[in-house]
């Protein structure tokens, strides 16, 4: 069973959020918060799988920031989905920063567009060792995908958009292994076709090429996808 923390002072607000998320799959136990004192004492009380949180609780405008500070330190690694009506323009930018999965700006998405990301997220979480270990000090690339902090590459940072980052750690957690359009396609949100997916993965190559002008792990293998590749082997059709 999930479970979820939902932090949001507008009642109808919580329990929309809620009712969707309970329909969108089965096994999810949802608490309620609306105030960042019971949110930070939950959270450090409970292991929750995701938090769903708003920025401004009552009249406390950055209560939200907050609280991922607190999710941050608790180093559990937690993925926290933002829903609020401040300017998406203005705070997905700091959002991201501060290690958040996603934001959804109040009133300008659908149902569809939360429990799609909501979902994206719980896969995530599932995919996910629960009980991680250090990279190997040879390994050259460093990437969480729950956690969406940037990926390094031999120890330098790698300047990617959050779509591609999500490609990246697809393509590594399957490192030697074709990675399907289809499976793909599961990772964006918008433009679910294979122009944008080559476009995303032109984006992953010049950011690597950036730090090193010789990278080449990201093989295309027509017809069919991309494998992040260590030896550049041969896909067998």
């Known amino acids: 069973m999930f479970k979820v923390a939902v932090i949001e002072d507008d009642i109808p607000t919580s329990q929309q959020l ?11 136990q949802v608490d309620n918060w609306f105030t960042r004192d019971d949110a930070e004492a939950a959270i450090a009380r409970e292991t929750y799988d995701v938090v769903v949180l708003d920025i401004e609780l009552g009249r406390e405008r950055n209560a939200g920031i907050a609280i991922i500070n607190a999710i941050n330190k608790s180093r559990n690694g937690t993925p926290v989905l933002v829903v609020s009506a401040m300017p998406a323009a203005i705070y997905r ?10 934001y959804l700006q109040k009133t300008t ?7 799609d990301t909501f979902l994206e997220i719980l896969r995530a979480a599932k995919a996910r060792d629960p009980t991680p270990t250090a990279a190997p000090a040879d390994d050259e690339l460093s990437i969480d995908p729950l956690r969406q902090r940037s990926a390094l590459w031999r120890g330098k ?21 074709v990675v399907t359009y289809d499976e793909l396609f599961d990772v964006v949100k918008s433009g679910r076709n294979r122009d944008n997916i080559r476009k ?20 295309n293998v027509p017809m069919r996808g991309f494998r992040w590749s260590d030896d550049l082997t041969p896909v067998r059709k």
């Open 18 to 28: 809620t009712a969707w998320i309970q329909g969108a799959r089965t096994g999810i």
């Open 93 to 102: 930018s700091i959002m991201k920063a501060l290690d958040a999965w996603d």
């Open 109 to 115: 998405f659908e149902e569809s567009d939360f429990v």
């Open 157 to 177: 940072r790698i300047n990617l958009p959050l779509t591609a980052q999500r490609i990246l750690a697809a393509l590594y957690q399957k490192r030697g292994q």
């Open 200 to 219: 995303h993965i032109s984006t992953i190559r010049e950011a690597f090429r950036e730090l090193d002008h010789q990278f080449d792990r990201i093989e």
